[in-house]
C-alpha cells in the first residue's frame, strides 16, 4: 500500500469504528428501554438465597447472575459484539496510522485520542471478559464517541514525522502509561458517577426496589467497590506515567519537574486521587464524597489533556493542530 | 463482635483520630497534643491534599517567572492594578510562595505524625501471631461448616499445610488462625516513607544544585564559569567559583525543518557537533548533543535546548575604518525564526546602534511588515535600522545586549540587505555590510545532585504503592470438634477489610482441601456491609 492508501484505510476503519460504535450505542440503549423493572435481583434479596441452603452456587460472585432473567439482554449482547467490532475496527486504524506515519501513533492530540479511544474500549472489554459489565456499556460507549468525534474533527491532522523533542523511546513509555490511564480512569468516572446516582435513587426507595433504569445498574455499593478497584489499579500507573514524564523531561529539558502546565496538571490530578484513596478511609468521606473526588480527579485530567494542549502555552504544545 | 474486628491498621482511621469529636482540653501541653492530633489525622491530611491541588491551579493560569519571566512583566504592564497585589501575594510563583510552601509543608508532617506511629504499630503485628479464633465463626461474612471423615488432628494439619504463606496460629487440635497480606501496609508505610526521601533529594537539588543558560555559535566555544554565562542560577550552598572548569567548543550545528504540507516548517532534525575536554583537561574528545541525548561531563550535563541565526555584519566608518566584523546572536521570534538582534558600536565616530530583523525566508507584507515564511535559510534577508547618538551605555545602568535604546539616538534610516550586499548610511557616517550566515544554538547546563536520590525514592514509592493497594489483608479460622462416631465438624471463616477480593475463593479451596464435598457446604452470601 501506498501513503494515500494508507492514509485512506487508517481513516475508513476509523470512521467504520464510529458508525459500528452508534450502532453499539442504540442497542445498548435499547437494551435500557426495555423492561423497566429488574425481573429478578438476587443479590438484592440475601434472604432468599439462605432458604437455598446447600449448594456452593452460593459462593460464586453475584455479579454473575443468571443473564435470563433479564429482559433487554439480547440488544446488551448485540451492543457488547459491536463493541468488540469497533475496536477491533479502531485498533486497525491505529496501527495504519502508525505504519502510514512511520513510527508509533502518539505524535499529535489526534493521534493520542484515537488511542485514548482504543485504550477505553480495551480497558472496559478486558474487564468485561472477567463479569458482566453489560449495564456500563452505554456509558463507555458514549464517552469513545464523543472523543473520536472531537478527534475526526476538531483535532484531526495529517500524519507526519516527530518534532525532535519526541524522538525518544520514554515517548512509548510515558505516552502509553497516559494512555491507559486516560482509558481507566474515564471509565472510573463513569462508575463513580453510576454510584452518585445510583446511590441517592436506593435512599429515595427506601425499602422497596430501585425502578427505572438505575434498576439496571449494579447497586451503589458494588460500583463503589468497582471504582475503587479501577483506581487502585490506575493510580499506580498514573504515578509512573508521570516519573517516566519526569525522567524524559530531565534528559530532554535538562530538568525533571519544572511546573510546567503540563506538569502541574499531572500533579493536580495525581493528587485528586491521593486524595481520593485517602477520603475512602476516612470516616464521613466514604460512598458519594468520595466518588465526587474521583470525578474531580477525571476533570483534572481532562483539563490537562485538552486545557493545556489548547489554552495554556506549555513545553507539551504537540497538538499539531493549527 | 469486639473479639472479631480486625486491629489491621490498613485502615488508617485505626490509628488518626477523629478531629471532630474532641474537644480543645484546657493547658498548654494538652493544647499541643490536641494539635498535633488535628494535624496528623486523616481529615486534615485529605484537606491538606485538596488545598494542595487547588494551591497548584494559579501556576497553571497565571504567567510564572521561573518559566517566562516576559510574560510576567507582560502581565504586570497590562494589569496595573491587579498585577502589583497579584506579585505580592506570589501569585507570579506561585510554587516557591510561601503559601504554597506551607500547604506541603504542613502535608509533610501530618505525613510524619500519622507514618511514624503506624510503622510502630505494624512492627509489632508482624511479630505478633494473629488472634485466635472468635467463638462464632457462623457470624462472620464469610463462612463455612461440614462433617468431615477425618479426626480433628488430620484436618488442622491438613489446613496447616494447604495455607502455606499465610501466617499460621495452632490452638492445638482445636482451631487455626492465619493472615496474611502485611506487606500492604508494609508498602503504604514505604511509599509514604519514600515521599519524603524523595522531598530531600528536591530539597539536596535544590541546595547544591545549579543551572544556567549559554547561547554558542557556530565554531566558538564555552568554558564553565560564571562568566561565560548568559543566565545562571544555583543553590544556597553552591560556590560559583567551583564550578568545573571542562570547555566545548561548537563545531557544527545541524538543523532540518518539515518541508511536507503536514506540519510545514516543524523542526525534525536538531544536532550539535562539539568537542569538549573534561576539567582534568587532556585531549579533545568529539561528541554530538541531540534534544534527547544530552552530554553528560564531570557529572554535570549539557542540554540542546535552542537554536537560531548569527548574520554576520561588517560595520566601516566614515573613514573606511573597519569597527565591527563578527556574528551577531539574533534571537528568534517566531515559529518560522523572524529573529530580532541589535548592534552597538559605542565607540565608533559617531556612535551607531542597529536595529534588525533577520528572516531566514523573506517576504514583506502591509499587515505584518518583515517577516519569514519558512524557518531554513532558502532566501535570507537583514532589515537593518541604523541609529546614531547616545547609546545610553556609559550611565551605568545595565543593558540588554539584545535591545537598543534610541531615546537619545537619531536615526538615519532603514534598508533590507541580501547576503553579499552592502549599504552605505544615507548621513556618510559609514556602511555596513551583510557578509554571511552563521548558526547558534543554546545549550542549558545543569548540575542536580539530588535526582539520584530522588529517583530511587520514587521507584520505592511505586512499589510500595503497588503492594498498598493491590495486596489485601485478610484472616482465615478454622476450627475443628470431634464428630459423633468417626471425623469431625469443621468450621471455616474469613475476614477481610472492606474489598474481599479473593478470599470467598480461598475459603471455597480451603474447604475442598479439607475433604468439603459439595453438598455438604453451607455459606452465608457475601454481604459487603459486614465488613464495611
Not at chain 2, 482511621?13 to 469529636?21: H, K, L, N, W, Y
Not at chain 2, 474537644?23 to 491534599?49: D, E, H, N
Not at chain 2, 491551579?57 to 510564572?64: A, N, S
Not at chain 2, 495486596?471 to 474469613?494: C, N
Amino acid at each position: 500500500m501506498n501513503s494515500v492508501q494508507l492514509a485512506q484505510a487508517s481513516n475508513g476503519a476509523i470512521y467504520a469504528a464510529m458508525i459500528t460504535l452508534a450502532i453499539a450505542m442504540v442497542a445498548f440503549a435499547v437494551s435500557f428501554a426495555s423492561g423497566r423493572r429488574r425481573v429478578a435481583a438476587p443479590a438484592a434479596a440475601p434472604a432468599a438465597v439462605d432458604s437455598v441452603g446447600g449448594g456452593t452456587a452460593l459462593l460464586t460472585r453475584a455479579d454473575d447472575e443468571p443473564s435470563t432473567l433479564q429482559p433487554g439482554r439480547r440488544s446488551a449482547n448485540i451492543g457488547m459484539s459491536l463493541t468488540w467490532l469497533a475496536f477491533g475496527l479502531l485498533l486497525t486504524g491505529v496501527v495504519l496510522r502508525g505504519v502510514w506515519a512511520g513510527r508509533v501513533p502518539w505524535g499529535n492530540m489526534y493521534e493520542f485520542s484515537i488511542t485514548a479511544a482504543v485504550a477505553v474500549l480495551a480497558v472496559f472489554l478486558g474487564m468485561s471478559t472477567r463479569r458482566d459489565l453489560r449495564w456500563l456499556g452505554l456509558f463507555v460507549v458514549i464517552a469513545v464517541e464523543l472523543t473520536l468525534g472531537l478527534a475526526v474533527t476538531v483535532l484531526y491532522t495529517e500524519a507526519a514525522q516527530l518534532v525532535p523533542a519526541l524522538k525518544s523511546y520514554w515517548l512509548l513509555i510515558h505516552v502509553s502509561a497516559a494512555i491507559i490511564c486516560s482509558g481507566a480512569f474515564t471509565i472510573a468516572a463513569a462508575t463513580a458517577g453510576l454510584s452518585i446516582l445510583r446511590i441517592r435513587a436506593e435512599r429515595k426507595a427506601g425499602d422497596a426496589q430501585v425502578t427505572g433504569w438505575l434498576a439496571r445498574v449494579p447497586s451503589g455499593e458494588k460500583l463503589e467497590l468497582m471504582t475503587q478497584r479501577i483506581i487502585a489499579f490506575t493510580f499506580p500507573l498514573w504515578t509512573f506515567a508521570v516519573v517516566a514524564g519526569a525522567i524524559w523531561a530531565e534528559n530532554a529539558w535538562g530538568r525533571y519537574w519544572g511546573w510546567d502546565p503540563k506538569e502541574t496538571w499531572a500533579f493536580i490530578t495525581w493528587v485528586v486521587f491521593a486524595a481520593y484513596l485517602h477520603a475512602r478511609s476516612t470516616q464521613g468521606w466514604r460512598g458519594t464524597r468520595a466518588s465526587l473526588i474521583v470525578l474531580a480527579g477525571w476533570l483534572a485530567f481532562m483539563i490537562n489533556y485538552f486545557g493545556v494542549n489548547f489554552l495554556a502555552s506549555s513545553l507539551h504544545s504537540y497538538a499539531g493542530v493549527s | 463482635m469486639s473479639d472479631v474486628t480486625m486491629e489491621v491498621t490498613d485502615d488508617a482511621s485505626a490509628t488518626r483520630i477523629d478531629p471532630g469529636e474532641s474537644l480543645p482540653p484546657l493547658g498548654t501541653v494538652g493544647l499541643l497534643r490536641w494539635l498535633w492530633k488535628q494535624l496528623t489525622s486523616m481529615r486534615t491530611a485529605l484537606i491538606l491534599l485538596f488545598l494542595l491541588a487547588v494551591a497548584s491551579i494559579p501556576g497553571t493560569i497565571l504567567p510564572q517567572r521561573g518559566i517566562n519571566p516576559i510574560k510576567v512583566n507582560q502581565y504586570l504592564a497590562d494589569n496595573p492594578t491587579v498585577g502589583p497585589i497579584l506579585d505580592r501575594l506570589g501569585f507570579f510563583d506561585v510554587f516557591g510562595s510561601p503559601w504554597f510552601s506551607a500547604v506541603y509543608l504542613l502535608l509533610f508532617i501530618s505525613l510524619i505524625g500519622c507514618v511514624i506511629p503506624r510503622v510502630r504499630v505494624h512492627w509489632r503485628a508482624m511479630m505478633a501471631p494473629p488472634p485466635a479464633a472468635p467463638r462464632n465463626l457462623q457470624r462472620m461474612s464469610f463462612a463455612t461448616d461440614f462433617v468431615g471423615e477425618q479426626s480433628p488432628r488430620e484436618v488442622l494439619d491438613v489446613a496447616q499445610k494447604s495455607l502455606r504463606g499465610w501466617r499460621i496460629r495452632r490452638d492445638g487440635d482445636a482451631s487455626i488462625s492465619a493472615e496474611r497480606g502485611y506487606l500492604r501496609e508494609t508498602g503504604n508505610l514505604v511509599f509514604h516513607l519514600a515521599l519524603i526521601v524523595v522531598l530531600i533529594g528536591i530539597a539536596i537539588g535544590g541546595m547544591f544544585g545549579w543551572k544556567g543558560n549559554v547561547i554558542v555559535r557556530e565554531g566558538s566555544g564555552f568554558s564553565d564559569s560564571l562568566t561565560q554565562y548568559d543566565a545562571w542560577g544555583g543553590g544556597r550552598l553552591v560556590h560559583p567559583e567551583d564550578l568545573p572548569p571542562f570547555s566545548f567548543t561548537l563545531s557544527k550545528f545541524t538543523v532540518d525543518f518539515e518541508r511536507g504540507v503536514a506540519q510545514r516548517g516543524a523542526p525534525r532534525v536538531f544536532q550539535a557537533d562539539v568537542t569538549y575536554r573534561t576539567s582534568s583537561g587532556g585531549a579533545a574528545q568529539p561528541a554530538r548533543i541531540e534534544v534527547n541525548e544530552p552530554l553528560a561531563i564531570d557529572g554535570v550535563k549539557v542540554f540542546l535546548v535552542g537554536h537560531g541565526y548569527a548574520p554576520h555584519v561588517i560595520v566601516r566608518d566614515r573613514t573606511g575604518n573597519v569597527v565591527f566584523d563578527d556574528s551577531v546572536v539574533f534571537l528568534p521570534q517566531d515559529g518560522n525564526f523572524t529573529s530580532t538582534g541589535v548592534i552597538k558600536l559605542p565607540d565608533a565616530s559617531p556612535s551607531l546602534g542597529f536595529n534588525g530583523v533577520f528572516l531566514p525566508t523573506a517576504a514583506v507584507d502591509r499587515v505584518r511588515g518583515p517577516h519569514s515564511l519558512f524557518p531554513a535559510p532558502d532566501d535570507p534577508a537583514l532589515f537593518l535600522g541604523a541609529f546614531k547618538g547616545d547609546l545610553g551605555m556609559d550611565a551605568g545602568t545595565p543593558q540588554s545586549v539584545y535591545r537598543l535604546d534610541t531615546k537619545n539616538m537619531t536615526r538615519i534610516g532603514l534598508e533590507p540587505l541580501r547576503i553579499g550586499q552592502e549599504w552605505t548610511l544615507p548621513d556618510g557616517s559609514g556602511s555596513v555590510a551583510f557578509v554571511g550566515l552563521e548558526r547558534w544554538a543554546s545549550f542549558q547546563i545543569a548540575y542536580d545532585p539530588g535526582k539520584e536520590i530522588a529517583l530511587v525514592a520514587v521507584g520505592l514509592a511505586i512499589l510500595g504503592l503497588l503492594f498498598s493497594l493491590l495486596i489485601r489483608r485478610r484472616r482465615i479460622w478454622v476450627k475443628v470438634l470431634p464428630a459423633q462416631g468417626a471425623g469431625s465438624l469443621v468450621q471455616i471463616a474469613g475476614l477481610a477489610k472492606a474489598d474481599p477480593g479473593r478470599l470467598p475463593d480461598e475459603i471455597t479451596a480451603l474447604a475442598r482441601a479439607l475433604g468439603c464435598t459439595d453438598d455438604t457446604t453451607r455459606q452465608r452470601p457475601v454481604d459487603l456491609k459486614e465488613n464495611a
